[in-house]
């Protein structure tokens, strides 16, 4: 099970995460963006729930999810995506597969008001520029900030076009 240090709050269904791969040198995560999509798209069928906006970096995953009501047990929904991907990464492309290619930790925050889901979409936004990987976020093509770009609008977009490819 996902070791997440878990603050569970009743009728909170928003949730701020951030997951890291184990080497912070890796660029594991955006060099199989799609190995990460399709792990998505079978956990959300089986454990269903909404990604607000979000962003794949080389090495983690900043992403805001929405759970479905009575139900918090994001847990087994990181369990299922991080087993999923790590099982199908190439073995010779995994730096002494022995390890564990994730952190153990899943870092996540309850969205508990409109300022804190604010700052959570910022700080997404903003990955990108803050790593050094682009000079403007939207130019970042694994960010629901430059999908927005994309289609025009600067809200909150879905996670489907970064994580599951703009189905």
């Known amino acids: 099970m996902v070791n997440s240090?878990?603050?569970?709050?009743?009728?909170?269904?928003?949730?701020?995460?951030?997951?890291?791969?184990?080497?912070?040198?890796?660029?594991?995560?955006?060099?199989?963006?799609?190995?990460?999509?399709?792990?998505?798209?079978?956990?959300q069928i089986r454990h269903p729930f909404d990604i607000g906006?979000?962003?794949?970096?080389?090495?983690?995953?900043?992403?805001?999810?929405?759970?479905?009501?009575?139900?918090?047990?994001?847990?087994?929904?990181?369990?299922?995506?991080?087993?999923?991907?790590?099982?199908?990464?190439?073995?010779?492309?995994?730096h002494e597969r022995k390890m564990a290619i994730w952190q153990r930790r899943v870092w996540d925050r309850p969205i508990l008001t409109q300022a804190d889901l604010a700052e959570c979409r910022a700080?997404?936004?903003?990955?990108?520029?803050?790593?050094?990987?682009?000079r403007h976020a939207a130019d970042w093509p694994y960010s629901t900030a430059s999908q927005a770009y994309l289609r025009g609008n600067s809200g909150g977009s879905p996670l489907l076009h970064v994580i599951e490819g703009g189905r």
């Not at 878990?6 to 995460?17: A, E, K, Q």
């Not at 995953?61 to 190439?90: C, E, K, M």
């Open 5 to 43: 240090g878990r603050r569970v709050l009743p009728g909170v269904g928003t949730y701020f995460f951030t997951v890291r791969l184990a080497d912070p040198e890796s660029d594991l995560l955006t060099r199989h963006i799609e190995l990460l999509r399709l792990s998505t798209r079978m956990c």
């Open 53 to 94: 906006d979000a962003v794949a970096l080389p090495d983690r995953l900043h992403v805001i999810w929405t759970l479905p009501p009575g139900d918090d047990n994001y847990a087994v929904r990181w369990q299922s995506i991080r087993s999923t991907f790590a099982r199908h990464v190439p073995e010779q492309e995994v």
């Open 123 to 134: 700080l997404i936004n903003e990955a990108p520029v803050r790593a050094g990987l682009v």
